[in-house]
């Protein structure tokens, strides 16, 4: 049903007239020291590509590289059992795996999962007047820029690990029975990124409103000091011609909603009709955002517009707080 002809978050895979495989791998490399953390975001992230699709996971297996000679084995351990517990949070075991003897770390599952063939959620699907929502606040990647570099205080460094390890589980669920158009979860290409790839799909434009962005703590004053991740600026330099910008948008602002986020949330377009009864459930719901970030339109060509109207004192309160 869903393979590679649309840059969709995983395989699917229609088995009966009910029901759809949900099939993903996905593996990174440290973001964080913690072994056992960076098992947990790993983790999380791996199984978010199949709620990313409307499905449910089933089971997974994982998938690693370790430098045996190097690292002692039992890190390797810790950063299994924080797989293994994040699996179990989502209501799976990891039954099987393989491991390679390499240079660098890397952990990551291959994940099973199912969906009614009816309710699978793809790129595809967003209609003009649909609504964005977003379930994780942004700049988890300059963030941990930052963190490798030293510059965060303890307090943020667990926050955004908290955020990063945060299961989209709850959010996904949320969305269950509405009237869903399009859905995909931020990572690597960062909020623009994959809001484009999602527009493509879908043959439509939007509008985004940076100041309703939900943006993590510290974030604007590293990003205006040149502190995030070559990823962002490549990401940027991809999406050149598919975002306009307002004259004079301050560079932070470029580098925050294209900074590649580790583990992201989901980005959902949803009917505007149902967006009361979404905004109900998320508020209820163990989400760390749940934010209406602008909406899906017509315009041609099909670009994101970015709308900085309200912004200005947001970015002036972050430059007066450091
Ligand atoms: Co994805
Ligand atoms: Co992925």
């Not at 690693?64 to 351990?77: A, M, Q, S, Y």
């Not at 399009?182 to 999602?198: N, R, S």
């Not at 409103?209 to 604007?220: G, K």
């Not at 011609?241 to 925050?256: F, L, M, N, Q, Y």
Request: hydrophobic share 45%.
């Amino acid at each position: 049903m869903v393979g590679t002809s649309t840059a969709d978050d995983a395989a699917a895979y229609r088995i009966d007239g009910q029901r759809a495989l949900i099939q993903t791998v996905d593996f990174i490399t440290p973001i964080v020291d913690d072994p056992y953390d960076f098992g947990r975001i790993a983790a999380a992230n791996s199984i978010s590509d199949v709620y990313a699709m409307g499905g449910r996971p089933l089971f997974a297996l994982n998938i690693v590289c370790f430098p045996t000679k190097k690292l002692p084995l039992d890190v390797l351990g810790k950063i299994l059992k924080g797989g293994c517990d994040k699996a179990r949070e989502a209501g799976i075991e990891i039954i099987g795996g393989h491991s390679v003897d390499d240079e660098e770390p890397k952990y990551g599952l291959v994940v099973t999962g199912m969906a009614r063939a009816d309710r699978v959620l793809t790129n595809a699907g967003a209609r003009p007047g649909d609504i964005l929502v977003l379930t994780k606040p942004l700049g988890s990647g300059i963030l941990t820029t930052a963190l490798k570099k030293g510059l965060l205080a303890n307090v943020t460094k667990n926050k955004i690990i908290d955020v990063m390890a945060t299961l989209n589980r709850a959010a996904a669920e949320a969305l269950d029975g509405l009237e869903v158009h399009a859905l995909t979860d931020v990572t690597g290409f960062g909020l623009l990124g994959h809001l484009v790839e999602m527009l493509t799909g879908s043959r439509v434009a939007a509008r985004i409103r940076t100041a309703d962005v939900p943006v993590l703590e510290e974030v604007w004053p590293l990003a205006r000091d040149g502190v995030y991740p070559g990823g962002a600026q490549r990401n940027l330099d991809r999406l050149d011609r598919s975002v306009h910008w307002p004259d004079a948008t301050p560079e932070e602002i470029k580098i925050v909603l294209a900074d590649p986020q580790t583990s992201g949330g989901l980005l959902i377009a949803i009917a505007p009709h149902e967006l009361d009864r979404l905004m109900d459930r998320l508020s209820g719901a163990e989400v760390p955002a749940a934010a209406v970030i602008g909406e899906i339109t017509s315009q041609q060509p099909h670009v994101v517009q970015v709308d900085n109207s309200s912004m200005k004192g947001l970015v002036d309160d972050a430059t007066e707080d450091c």
